[in-house]
Each structure stands twice: as structure tokens, then as C-alpha cells.
């Protein structure tokens, strides 16, 4: 997978790693974009150091090599030029089989009762990343993940504030063959299959 990615956006910048537990943050809105999205085997400490940093976790408990590729704010362009809708970053597992599953993930920092402002441009951002990616030719038989994540909203489900209701989610499942999770936890089962964690 890394390859065919870099064959296709060469300036790629893949990170790697075996840890049980992985972190993904978005630093942007609280650094004023001096820092953007970081990945971490363990909880970041925020910018004012005082305390963790919010972060969307994934459990690799059985502990497989999992590629972390996050994506540049104008990699993706138009015919013309102009910059295309798309998420944080994607993560999959290093393995040479095909049919892998594979997690874009988009992360929105920001306070829980602004969720609702962004429930459409969530949706498109992971939609519009996986669509490029299949326009590329680097998706084929891969099952795709869409992971939405909400960091600051620890403790409360917020899939209902994401999703209509559970048609919305089969639509979508069915039009765009992408498996959405609005979760701040997931498990990697295995090279195939995650599970979202409340």
C-alpha cells in the first residue's frame, strides 16, 4: 500500500509502528497551525503542558505494524489546480495482502456543542479522500473505514449528533462502500477489521 501511495504522491511521509496503544492529535487549533496532526505511541501532553492532549486512540493490542500516512494541507488537487476536500490522514495495516482495511480519519478539535457545525464537512472530507484514492487506483479491494473523531467529547456517544439516524449510515455505507465511526476509540482486530469502541 505505502508504495503505491508514494508512486502516486511522492512526497508521502508514512510513520510506523508496533505499540498496543496509538495516538492520532490534531494540534492545529490550539497552536494557531504551528503544529497540525501528530502521530504518537503515547498520549501527547497538550500545548500548555498542564495535561494530555485530547487524542483519538487506537487499541493494537495484537500489536501488527500499522502505517500512519497523514496527508499535506494541498496534496490533493484539482484538474485546475485548486485544492480538494480531504481528511487528516489514513492509517493501514503493512501487509502485502490486498484486501485490508484501511482508516481515514478526520478529527475535529473543537468544543462538543460545535459538533453539529460540522457534520456534513466530516463526512465529505473522508468521502472526497476515499473517492481520490479510488480515482488513483491506489483503493481496490481494500475495506475502507471512515473514522470521525471528536477528541474533546470523551465520555459521550455523539453518533447520533453525526448521523440522522441509522439510515443515513447504511446510505452512505452502501453509496460510497465506506463503514463510518464517529468514535474516539478503535480497535484494530486484525489486518482486516476494526471495531469502534464507545
Known sequence: MKNKIQAVYPQSVFCSSTA?????????ERTNKE???EFHEIIPKAPDN????????FENFSQLS???NIFDDHQFKDTKGKDLPHCECLLFPESKRK???MAFVEI?????????EYKAIV????????????????????RV???????????????????????EYKRLHQKYKVRFFPTNCVSIVDEKKLIAKL
Open 66 to 68: 500499522v502505517v500512519c
Open 50 to 57: 498542564t495535561s494530555d492532549m485530547d487524542c483519538l486512540a
Open 108 to 116: 475535529k478539535d473543537c468544543k462538543p456543542k460545535n459538533i453539529s
Open 99 to 101: 484486501d485490508i482495511g
Open 145 to 167: 473505514y471512515g473514522v470521525i473523531s471528536f477528541p474533546r467529547k470523551n465520555k459521550v456517544s455523539f453518533n447520533q449528533t453525526i448521523f440522522d439516524d441509522a439510515t
Open 20 to 28: 498496543s496503544k496509538l495516538y492520532i492529535a490534531d494540534f492545529s
Open 123 to 142: 463526512k465529505n472530507q473522508i468521502i472526497s479522500a476515499v473517492q481520490i484514492f479510488r480515482d488513483k487506483g491506489i483503493i481496490e479491494k481494500q
Open 35 to 37: 503544529r497540525k496532526v
